[in-house]
């Protein structure tokens, strides 16, 4: 009787320990890289690396909104469809741009006006995505293609020599618009 | 008639064809432009980089635009002349938008520059490509994909089927048919060319049985040349077989899947237009500068016309004489055309037809109504899909959705729209929704790369302080070595110190 207790326990034991050696290892050994939250949520944000949400560069805000710190409202670049997403991401309510922050502008590059650049190269250091060439005492010019429009190279620019020009339609990037009909007398 | 067996593709509609009042009279060549306007994007892909500036004297298939990128091709003056400025001109595109042009004032001599033919035959295939690039060769059915890209023998070394496309399905286009009556020995030569290149085993020119005269007029072309395994095949008639997908079905019974090309199943379709060009271009030595569009719908004489890319519309139109209700231009024709935003705008590569429309023509779309899921539309497909499913979501900017439905198959054929009780305008919906999902990938990927770039920055910050610390410990160590060598206590500190003194007071006597 009391054998048979004891071998029933022992097998169960035995399994206990069996499996939880297995799960143990898969822990260590399956184990996820990075939260995958914040990649999700960064995959989200418009990787304009602007600061304007407060933190450092937009995986850094990802982390903040995955770690419960920070609103979802803080991306003005990523606009109310940014807000959106996150909102569905997260199961969270959408919430509107907060004052301050709703100022959504249109999709900007910087231009560095090569007659008044003197070459400091204090733009060059400030820009997140390394989208401006140039040397110490020669001119600086910005890769167009590269520009997030963050607007972090105007602050440091001691001859204002940076101007931030909204992208316009050409006739490769023009939309097709949503169908719409014009609303006429009736017949 | 040919036995071969023809094969059905799943859809389509037959509009009303429209084709007789162009066919009556032979192509004409249009006369020169006061001023031609060539814009520099006239192909998929880059725009060509301006090669000429304001002034500059210009000859005939001299090239003014060099291909940009991979995908791109070559733009050339279609007439000998002074160039007047290269500037922002309104372009031949729903948007109404510009796009930089080169504006020529010809000098009425229309003399050719320096023309050498392509010893192709001796060439390889890459340089074969390039030559057919730089002579801006495109594909001339409409969808203007440069034809160098298509010029190969794909992955097998070889082509079964090269199909040559003399459909054309459109309601009002004849060029084509017109093209193939009349120069239909150069399109089978450059047929030939083509099946050298694409090394394929046959080549098959699908022609819609609505033009007799066009298939006996290949037929005898293909006699005439002496060219084996080419083959004029009639097919039936219905919009749209002119599809490279749809044609490609009906001649070889092959249906290319979702996300590959014709040419992983040993197919290719160009156009005839692209067939004659290939031939000029090659054995001539001319550049593709001029095409033959149909200018057709609410005109006086309907008529094919050989037209320099950069004549204005209303140059052609004047030739052909609008009637006065005239209030649209479309390019294309009415099924895939394209609304011009005025008739200023020039003929470009894409310009297969000129359609002068007018209210009765082509009457004010009823009003639209709500959607009964009848699935017409998706009977009407020739691409399989289900345009109600897509309209649903496009309607709803639900755009992940519609692409689950595969949108992006679309070929804007208008199919659905024509069979649609309800009348939405469909394919208004599936363009909106299609350059949406385009904005959305391009911007997604401008956000990876501006990721990457971010990140690599960090790194490279990190790297450089950590380089620091590490030049500045290095440095601390050989100071500490050097003073515990030197002796050890205050002395050797204090000698040491007024070595560098000495050694900086040395250094700013001698500035």
Not at chain 2, 238 to 255: F, M, N, S
Request: glycine share 8%; with cysteine; net charge neutral.
């Amino acid at each position: 009787m009391i054998a048979a207790l004891l071998v029933a326990l022992l097998v169960m034991a035995l399994g206990a320990v069996i499996l939880g050696a297995t799960l143990g290892y898969a822990a260590v050994k399956f184990r996820v890289e990075g939260d995958p939250l914040v990649e999700k949520i960064d995959s989200i944000l418009p990787q304009t690396q602007c600061g304007q949400c407060g933190f450092p560069g937009c995986k850094g805000y990802a982390e903040a909104v995955a770690r419960g710190e920070a609103e979802i409202n803080c991306c003005p670049p990523g606009g109310e469809e940014g807000i959106r997403k996150l909102a569905d991401l997260l199961g969270r309510e959408f919430k509107p741009f907060s004052d301050g922050f709703n100022i959504e502008k249109p999709k900007s590059t910087a231009i560095i006006d090569e007659q008044t650049c003197i070459g400091c190269t204090l733009c060059i250091q400030a820009c997140p995505v390394d989208a401006i060439v140039g040397a110490a005492k020669q001119m600086h010019t910005i890769i167009a293609g590269q520009c997030t429009g963050c607007e972090l190279c105007l602050p440091p620019c001691p001859v204002n020599c940076i101007a931030m020009v909204p992208i316009t339609e050409n006739v490769v990037t023009w939309k097709w618009k949503y169908p719409a009909f014009s609303i006429g007398k009736a017949a | 008639m040919s036995l071969r067996k023809l094969f059905n593709f799943h859809g389509g509609v037959k509009p009303a064809y429209n084709k007789e009042a162009s066919i009556q009279l032979p192509i004409a060549a249009a006369p020169l432009p006061p001023e031609l306007v060539i814009p520099l994007h006239q192909s998929i892909g880059g725009t060509p980089r301006p090669l000429v500036s304001a002034g500059e004297h210009v000859r005939k298939g001299q090239l003014i635009g060099a291909p940009d990128g991979y995908v791109s091709s070559a733009v050339h003056a279609s007439t000998s002349g002074t160039v007047k400025a290269v500037e922002l001109r309104l372009m031949p595109h729903t948007s109404g938008l510009s796009a930089f042009c080169v504006v020529i004032e010809p000098d009425g001599k229309d003399e050719w520059g320096d023309l050498a033919p392509v010893p192709w035959r001796s060439m390889n295939s890459d340089e074969v490509r390039g030559a057919l690039r730089d002579a801006g060769v495109v594909g001339l059915g409409g969808a203007v994909f440069p034809s160098y890209l298509k010029a190969n023998a794909g992955k097998q070394g070889h082509l079964n089927t090269l199909v040559i496309n003399g459909a054309e399905c459109e309601p009002y286009i004849t060029c084509d048919d017109m093209q193939m009556r009349e120069q239909g020995e150069i399109v089978v030569r450059g047929a030939a060319i083509l099946r050298d290149l694409t090394k394929a085993r046959q080549v098959l020119i699908g022609i819609e049985n609505n033009k007799p005269e066009a298939i006996a007029a290949m037929q005898a072309a293909i006699k005439a040349t002496g060219e084996t395994n080419i083959e004029a095949v009639t097919i039936p008639t219905r919009y749209p077989a002119g599809g490279a997908k749809q044609l490609i079905r009906v001649l070889t019974g092959i249906e290319v899947p979702h996300g590959t090309r014709s040419t992983d199943y040993g197919v290719q379709c160009f156009n005839t237009g692209t067939a004659y060009a290939i031939y000029e271009a090659l054995e001539l030595g001319r550049p593709l500068i001029s095409r033959i569009v149909t200018v057709a719908g609410n005109v006086e004489t309907a008529r094919n016309y050989e037209v320099r890319f950069g004549t204005p519309m209303r140059d052609v139109i004047a030739l052909s004489k609008a009637k006065p209700d005239t209030d649209r231009i479309i390019m294309g024709g009415p099924m895939m055309g394209y609304r011009m935003p005025s008739d200023s705008v020039p003929v470009v590569k894409a310009t297969n037809c000129i359609l002068v429309g007018s209210p009765a023509l082509f009457p004010p779309p009823p009003p639209e109504m709500p959607c009964i899921r009848c699935g017409e539309c998706a009977r009407a497909c020739p691409t399989d899909l289900q345009p109600f499913e897509m309209y649903w979501f496009s309607r709803a900017r639900l755009f992940e959705k519609a692409e689950a439905y595969h949108l992006a198959d679309c070929i804007e054929c208008g199919c659905c729209a024509f069979v649609c009780p309800a009348r939405i305008p469909l394919v208004d919906y599936f363009r909106f929704a299609k350059s949406e999902v385009w904005a959305r990938e391009t911007e997604k990927d401008a956000a990876d790369q501006a990721r990457q770039r971010y990140e690599f920055r960090l790194e490279r910050e990190e790297r450089d302080k950590q380089e620091k610390a590490a030049r500045l410990a290095a440095k601390a160590a050989e100071t500490k070595a050097k003073l515990a060598q030197a002796g050890s206590g205050d002395a050797a500190l204090i000698a040491a110190a007024a070595a560098r003194t000495q050694e900086a007071e040395g250094k700013s006597n001698a500035e």
